[in-house]
Nanobody, 122 residues
Framework: QVQLAESGGALVQAGGSLRLSCAAS???????MGWFRQAPGKEREFVARISLSGGTTFYADSVKGRFTISRDNAKNTVYLQMNSLKPEDTAVYYC????????????????WGQGTQVTVSS
């Protein structure tokens, strides 16, 4: 079983950048990892996912070209680099992990962090 802890959320101006981190208690190299977000009053939505080795990534259209997911298995950490932030990126960002699933559907991920708040001001 793995425990996940996100960090790096903050208040930032539109156009700015943030890097979120997701530290895992177990070996992240065994887990497919993803980032999701939930804006106020909205459903949680997929943001990005990354394969075991980090060689394959996939992004939601809304963040493609602005966000980059990466992982450092030696540090048991997954990152989400967010550039050119927009007010509509404001949300609680969650890290998710699963031993076998690597898609975009949140209910298929078995492990979740508590989330970190990202607020983008206009």
């Amino acid at each position: 079983q793995v425990q996940l802890a996100e960090s790096g959320g903050a208040l930032v101006q539109a156009g700015g950048s943030l890097r979120l981190s997701c530290a895992a208690s177990g070996l992240t190299s065994r887990y497919r990892m993803g980032w999701f977000r939930q804006a106020p009053g909205k459903e949680r939505e997929f943001v990005a996912r990354i394969s075991l080795s980090g060689g394959t990534t996939f992004y939601a259209d809304s963040v493609k070209g602005r966000f980059t997911i990466s992982r450092d298995n030696a540090k048991n950490t997954v990152y989400l680099q967010m550039n050119s932030l927009k007010p509509e990126d404001t949300a609680v960002y969650y890290c998710a992990a699963d031993l076998s699933y690597s898609g975009t559907l949140e209910y298929n991920y078995g492990y979740w962090g508590q989330g970190t708040q990202v607020t983008v001001s206009s």
